[in-house]
C-alpha cells in the first residue's frame, strides 16, 4: 500500500474506534474483543516527557520496566499482594506508582503502552538472587540481565510477577493505564552486553529465553487475549556482536531460528518481534549508505537500509503464527547528531528516510524513535529530539531540526516537512527506498 494511502487507512481506522465504541469501551485501554488494536499510525517513542510526547502526537509509547524494582518486603505496610502456586508475593506500591504515572496517561491518550521487562541489579542481593540469573551474578557488574530461569524459586517468582502485572495493566479493567505490548528483556543476540547470562552458546541462550518468554505470555494470556510478547534483538543478522567469540553473542537471524524452532518443540505460542534496526555505525546518520547493510539475504546487519529482508524472513512458513506473519515492531533506534546545524539536519533526513521506508513494509507495525532527549551519559550519543542542558543526564534545553520532522510524520504536513530533506540522501524519489533483494 502507497505511503498516502495506508496512513489515510490508519487515521480511519483511529476515529471509527473513536466515534463508535461506547462509553467504557471507548479508547485503546479498554480490552480489545476482536484482536490487538490499530491505533492508526507506527509513529512512536521511548517517552521521557509525557505532555510533549502527546503533543508529538504519538500513537506507541514505550517505558523500561526494572523487574527488580517491583520487589517489596513484606515487613512493609503499604506492600501489594498477590497470590502464585500457593505462595504469597510482595510488590512495591511506591514503584508501581511510578509507572502508573507514565502508563495511565499515555493510555488515556490513546497509545498503545509497551513495557520493556528488565533484570537490572538492584544492590539488594536476595531480591537480585530472585530476579537475576544466577551465572549472571558470578563474575562480572552488569546494566542488564538474564532474568532467572535456572532455579524453580526464579521461575515462580518470574510467573508471578509477570501474573500480576497483567493482571494490572492488560486486565480487564486496568484502572491504572492500559499496556498492550510487553518486550521480554533487550537485544538478548548480544548477550553478554546487554542481556548478561554469563558466557553462552546459541543453544543455552536460547533454552533460557524461550523459557521466559513462554512463563511471561503465558501469565499474560490469563489476563488478555490479544495483548502481545515480544522478543528483543539488535541489528547484528548473520555476524555477532562478538564474531571471534562466540559465547558472548549470537547473530540475531541464528537467535530467531532457534527460538522458532524450540518454541515449536515445546508447543508453539503467538510471539512476535522488536528489533533494533540501528546504523551499522551509531555515530553515523547516513542510513542510505551503510557498507555493512547491503540488500542480500545474507546481510552481516540488518539497518533501515535493508530492513525489507528482516519482513520477508520473518514470513518463512516455519515462523507463522496460525499462518500469518509474526508482528514486528522497531522498539528502539535513534539517529545521531554532532552539535553543528548541518549534522542535526541530517538527523532529520535520517529519520524522513526510515518513515518513508516503514511506510512501504506492511509487515511495521510500530516504528518507535530513541531517543525523546540527549542524553550524556550514552557513549558521546546524541540522539535526541531534544538538546539536553549541558552538564545534565537528560533536562530538555532546545529542539532540534528532527523534532518537527517527528511531529508532522503521519500528518498532512509531511511532505512539506520531508521533501526538502530528500537530496540529502542522494535518492530522486522516496520510492526508491525500497530496491531489490538480492539472494
Not at 210 to 237: F, N, Q
Request: charged fraction near 25%; include cysteine; charge should be negative.
Amino acid at each position: 500500500m502507497h505511503t498516502e494511502y495506508r496512513s489515510g487507512f490508519r487515521v480511519l481506522v483511529a476515529i471509527v474506534l473513536f466515534l463508535f465504541l461506547p462509553g467504557a469501551n471507548r479508547g485503546l485501554w479498554a480490552q480489545a474483543p476482536d484482536g490487538f488494536p490499530d491505533p492508526g499510525s507506527i509513529k512512536g517513542l521511548q517517552v521521557q516527557m509525557l505532555d510533549d510526547a502527546i503533543a508529538l502526537g504519538i500513537r506507541h509509547a514505550a517505558i523500561n520496566f526494572a523487574l527488580n524494582g517491583m520487589i517489596a518486603d513484606e515487613s512493609q505496610a503499604d506492600a501489594l499482594r498477590w497470590q502464585s502456586g500457593g505462595r504469597t508475593y510482595f510488590f512495591s506500591a511506591g514503584y508501581l506508582s511510578s509507572i502508573d504515572r507514565q502508563v495511565k496517561k499515555l493510555s488515556d491518550a490513546r497509545m498503545l503502552v509497551y513495557l520493556i521487562l528488565l533484570a537490572m541489579p538492584s544492590g539488594n542481593d536476595p531480591f537480585d538472587a530472585l530476579v537475576i540469573h544466577p551465572e549472571a551474578r558470578k563474575d562480572r557488574s552488569y546494566t542488564v540481565a538474564a532474568s532467572n530461569v535456572q532455579t524453580q524459586e526464579g521461575r515462580d517468582w518470574l510467573k508471578a510477577a509477570t501474573e500480576f502485572l497483567a493482571d494490572r495493566y492488560s486486565g480487564s479493567e486496568a484502572p491504572n493505564g492500559r499496556v498492550w505490548g510487553w518486550i521480554i528483556g533487550n537485544e538478548v543476540n548480544s548477550h553478554h552486553a546487554w542481556h548478561y547470562r554469563g558466557p553462552s552458546d546459541l543453544s543455552a541462550l536460547v533454552d533460557d529465553y524461550e523459557k521466559m518468554v513462554r512463563i511471561c505470555h503465558d501469565s499474560l494470556r490469563k489476563s488478555s487475549p490479544h495483548a502481545r510478547v515480544y522478543l528483543s534483538l539488535d541489528h547484528h543478522w548473520t555476524v555477532s556482536h562478538t564474531p571471534k567469540e562466540p559465547m558472548r553473542s549470537v547473530p540475531g537471524k541464528d537467535l530467531i531460528d532457534a527460538f522458532g524452532k524450540l518454541a515449536r518443540e515445546r508447543g508453539d505460542f503467538e510471539w512476535h518481534l522488536a528489533y533494533h534496526p540501528y546504523h551499522s555505525n551509531l555515530f553515523r546518520v547516513d542510513l542510505w549508505d551503510d557498507p555493512e547493510a547491503p540488500r542480500r539475504t545474507d546481510a552481516p546487519k540488518i539497518t533501515f537500509r535493508n530492513l525489507e529482508i528482516l519482513c520477508e524472513h520473518m514470513q518463512r512458513p516455519e515462523l507463522l503464527w496460525e499462518d500469518r506473519p509474526r508482528s514486528i515492531v522497531l522498539s528502539e533506534q535513534g539517529f545521531h547528531s554532532h552539535p553543528t546545524a548541518q549534522s542535526e539536519t541530517q538527523q532529520a533526513a535520517a529519520y524522513a528516510y526510515a518513515w518513508e521506508k516503514c511506510q512501504r513494509l506492511e509487515m511495521i507495525d510500530a516504528f518507535i524513535y530513541h531517543r525523546h532527549v540527549d542524553h550524556s551519559q550514552e557513549g558521546g550519543l546524541r540522539l535526541g529530539l531534544w538538546r539536553n542542558v549541558a552538564g545534565s543526564i537528560a533536562d530538555p534545553e532546545s529542539k532540534k531540526p528532527i523534532y518537527e520532522v517527528f511531529r508532522k510524520a503521519g500528518t498532512s504536513e509531511w511532505r512539506q516537512a520531508a521533501d526538502p530533506l530528500l537530496p540529502i540522501t542522494g535518492l530522486d524519489s522516496w520510492d526508491q527506498v525500497l530496491e531489490a533483494i538480492i539472494r
